[in-house]
């Protein structure tokens, strides 16, 4: 079960010596003192992974697993992203609302996920705002945190996805200094709408009225304010339903009829090529030809993106520096906002930074400027 529309890859600091101390130790152990590693590993069966990663959690707390899980060799996949979800729920039953300051940004905030979906199964649409309140820290973080939200609105809904988004709009709509929140919570509904990733462990089938053949659907049914939670999702089911057909997928894509709304769905064909990549950028310059030449750009600009929002800081900068010189730009505009909001020390955004050519480094270095003087 992936969860599309999100990706997922692997980031190695791998000229930090301290680090590598750490991770090498971590991954020893791993490897052989962790009983529970052995089934987390189980590719052919998710749910033992996930009872076996609830196993390691009760046994060494929330901390201790995100990093044995970070360091060991489960894959940076939507899978992976479920099994750390496990992470976050046991966060959350242990620890309540303090529980999203134990989580870490692996896996895509799989934990804070976790731990937000228990809250909201907990204490309901309450508990959402003041959860989702303590990730205001890192813009970042935030909207991750509301884009699980999202997902758990619809879960407690029962997958009715109009009553889903319009609980988006009840907590967010008022949200000013962060407005795209509200689009962050209504894409997580539409992705769970989409792929029911929430849903193990409960015994009960998701409704799933909200799917069909149509490949335009749910989209086609919302008003103006949802179609953009929706697009940035849709191609993901489009994907689904050609046989995982890019080209096929692209051509749906660009028969919508409006150009905003093919736009959105072309970000989301980008974000499906993103997992074949493997983790190898160069990948990106190849598997991008299957949108075709008209969004060939858009495709490497958003792979860039995709990487870094995983912490492939270092496959990110790969890209920019590598697409023609046209395309530098906003290929750099793209990930110099992440680099500013990355919540890493300062020091290492700095490194980032130095390492853009110019004109674009100074650009960097000015946004980390301009977030300390705020």
């Not at 150009?259 to 090529?273: E, F, G, L």
């Not at 008209?294 to 900068?317: I, K, M, Q, T």
């Not at 980032?352 to 000015?366: D, V």
Request: one cysteine or more; aromatic letters at 10%; glycine letters at 6%.
């Amino acid at each position: 079960m992936i969860t599309a529309g999100v990706t997922y890859s692997f980031y190695s600091e791998k000229n930090n010596p301290t680090l590598i101390k750490q991770t090498a130790k971590v991954e020893s152990q791993t490897q052989e003192e962790i009983p529970e590693m052995k089934d987390i590993l189980n590719t052919e069966n998710q749910e033992i992974r996930l009872k076996a990663a609830r196993k390691l959690v009760e046994r060494v707390d929330v901390e201790k697993a995100l990093e044995i899980l970070e360091h060991s060799k489960l894959p940076h996949t939507g899978e992976g992203h479920l099994v750390v979800h496990q992470i976050g729920f046991y966060a959350y039953q242990k620890y309540g609302s303090e529980s999203i300051l134990k989580c870490k940004d692996y896996f895509l905030y799989a934990c804070y996920h976790g731990a937000i979906i228990e809250a909201a199964s907990d204490q309901g649409f309450d508990a959402i705002k003041k959860m989702t309140d303590k990730c205001k820290e890192s813009p970042v973080r935030y909207f991750q945190c509301v884009h699980a939200a999202g997902h758990s609105i619809l879960a407690i809904w029962n997958y009715d996805l109009p009553k889903a988004v319009e609980t988006c709009d009840q907590i967010y709509e008022g949200e000013t200094n962060f407005p795209e929140a509200l689009n962050s919570c209504h894409n997580g509904a539409f992705m769970e709408n989409l792929f029911g990733v929430h849903d193990w462990g409960t015994d009960n089938q998701p409704k799933r009225e909200w799917l069909s053949d149509d490949p335009y659907f749910p989209c086609n049914h919302f008003e103006e304010k949802y179609q953009k939670g929706c697009w940035l999702n849709q191609a993901a089911r489009i994907y689904q339903m050609n046989n995982n057909d890019i080209s096929k997928t692209s051509q749906i894509c660009q028969g919508v009829g409006n150009d905003q709304y093919t736009a959105w769905c072309m970000d989301n064909v980008a974000r499906q090529i993103h997992p074949l990549t493997n983790g190898d950028p160069a990948q990106s310059f190849k598997l991008c030809q299957m949108e075709g030449a008209n969004w060939y750009d858009n495709c490497l600009v958003v792979n860039a993106g995709s990487f870094y929002s995983v912490g492939g800081r270092d496959e990110a900068l790969f890209i920019c520096q590598n697409v023609p010189q046209n395309l530098k730009g906003e290929c750099f505009q793209r990930i110099i906002p992440q680099i500013v909001s990355d919540p890493i020390d300062k020091s290492q955004k700095e490194v980032l930074c130095r390492k853009i050519e110019q004109p674009f480094q100074n650009e960097c270095l000015s946004g980390l400027k301009s977030l300390v003087s705020l």
